[in-house]
Every structure is written in structure tokens, then in C-alpha cells.
């Protein structure tokens, strides 16, 4: 059974720092790994999605990257800004079957 | 892009009433969507897989007859929260599949009084 972990829980950095969300997976029979941003009180806005074949995703400010055989993806964020502040959270799937969540990192950007 | 709705988005109801919320997928057709469940700091917990046309897989602990989920068509799941108790507040979110790529809807708030 998939099991999908986040480290660290919450965050704090001030503005302008690059930083890293950790995520790992017990199952690396995986299709895809996901990450997601959510606000308070809101639904999930994807960011990255990275196919098994595939190693790093880039949007923006945002990198994640994947290593399957050690069953790690991480969250590199540039140059952080206050809009940043939110949950993140990171999912694995196994195809068309229930995305698996961690619970989530808690970021908060101080200006 | 596959875009997922939701409605209500925001609800509140009295304890022991019944509650409808819908899940459509607007620009293509799912034979599979998942309705999760997430409270206040926790993340989504999977709570049933609807598949259109037979009867809804539910994750254990989650009460089948409580929450009857119907996927009458290939672009609508509907999970009714029967007999809401203030315990069932929560916020949930449907995913529809396309392909092997799973889109979210915006969410439910549901607020049990």
C-alpha cells in the first residue's frame, strides 16, 4: 500500500529565500507524482506533474524533480514571495487509481 | 485543459437533513472519479471510487449507506450525505479521470449545524 510522506510539516522563511519541500513514497511503482497548492479553506491547484519517465518538471519559479528508484520528489522554490504561503501538497498515482496524499508542508512567507 | 466542477461550493445544513453535492466533468467524459474528504489540517483522505454505471468501491471506516454516491452519466458523481451530523463538517473534493491524469474539482464546504 502506497504511503506518501512530506518533511518538514510547516515552514517558515523569510522573503526572497530559495527553499525545498521533501517528499517520499514507499511504492516506486509509480505513474506520476503530483504537486499541489492548496490556500485555506480552498481546493487544490495543481502545480507540477512529473510522469515516472521523467525526472524534473519546471514552471516558473517551481522545479520538482523525481527519483523513483529512492522513492523521492522535491519541491524547489525560487526566490520565495508572501504569495507563496500556502499547504503543499505532493500525491502519487499508479495510474488511473486514487492519488495517494501526503499531508501536506505549511509554508509561510515572511516579507 | 479538463476542468472539473463542483456545486455547492459552500453549504450548510441542519443535523439529521440530507445533503446533495455534485461533480462534473465539463469538457470530457469519466468513467471514474473519486470523492475525498479533508479536515480542518489534515490532507485529502480517498473515501470512495464512483464508476458509471455500478455500484461505488468505498475505503474502509467510510459508511456506504451514509454516503450514497450515484454516477449516473460519464460527466456527473454525486455523493449525498444522508442524516449530516456535525461530525460530517468537512471539506470535500471530487477528482474525474482522463486517462491516467486525475482533475480536481474546487471543493465542497459542508457545515453541519
Known amino acids: 500500500k502506497q504511503e506518501v510522506t512530506q518533511i518538514p510539516a510547516a515552514l517558515s522563511v523569510p522573503e526572497g529565500e530559495n527553499l525545498v519541500l521533501n517528499c517520499s513514497f514507499t511504492?516506486?511503482?509509480?505513474?506520476?507524482l503530483q504537486w499541489f497548492r492548496q490556500d485555506p479553506g480552498k481546493g487544490l491547484t495543481s502545480l507540477l506533474l512529473?510522469?515516472?519517465?521523467?525526472r524534473e518538471q519546471t514552471s516558473g519559479r517551481l522545479n520538482a524533480s523525481l527519483d523513483k528508484s529512492s522513492g523521492r520528489s522535491t519541491l524547489y522554490i525560487a526566490a520565495s514571495q508572501p504569495g507563496d504561503s500556502a499547504t503543499y501538497l505532493c500525491?502519487?498515482?499508479?495510474?488511473?487509481?486514487?492519488?495517494?496524499f501526503g499531508k501536506g508542508t505549511r509554508l509561510s512567507v515572511i516579507a | 485543459g479538463a476542468v472539473v466542477s463542483q456545486h455547492p461550493s459552500r453549504v450548510i445544513c441542519k443535523s439529521g437533513t440530507s445533503v446533495k453535492i455534485e461533480c462534473r466533468s465539463l469538457?470530457?467524459?469519466?468513467?471514474?472519479m473519486f470523492w475525498y474528504r479533508q479536515f480542518p489540517k489534515q490532507s485529502l483522505m480517498l473515501m470512495a471510487t464512483?464508476?458509471?454505471?455500478?455500484?461505488?468501491?468505498?475505503e474502509q471506516g467510510v459508511e456506504k449507506d451514509k454516503f450514497l454516491i450515484n454516477h449516473a452519466s460519464l460527466t456527473l458523481s454525486t455523493l449525498t450525505v444522508t442524516s449530516a451530523h456535525p461530525e460530517d463538517s468537512s471539506f470535500y473534493i471530487c477528482?474525474?479521470?482522463?486517462?491516467?491524469?486525475?482533475?480536481f474539482g474546487p471543493g465542497t464546504r459542508l457545515t453541519v449545524t
Open positions: 511504492d516506486s511503482a509509480i505513474y506520476n
Open positions: 500525491a502519487a498515482s499508479s495510474g488511473n487509481t486514487p492519488l495517494v
Open positions: 512529473i510522469q515516472s519517465s521523467q
Open positions: 469538457d470530457f467524459q469519466a468513467t471514474t
Open positions: 477528482s474525474a479521470v482522463d486517462g491516467y491524469e486525475q482533475y
Open positions: 464512483s464508476n458509471e454505471g455500478s455500484k461505488a468501491t468505498y
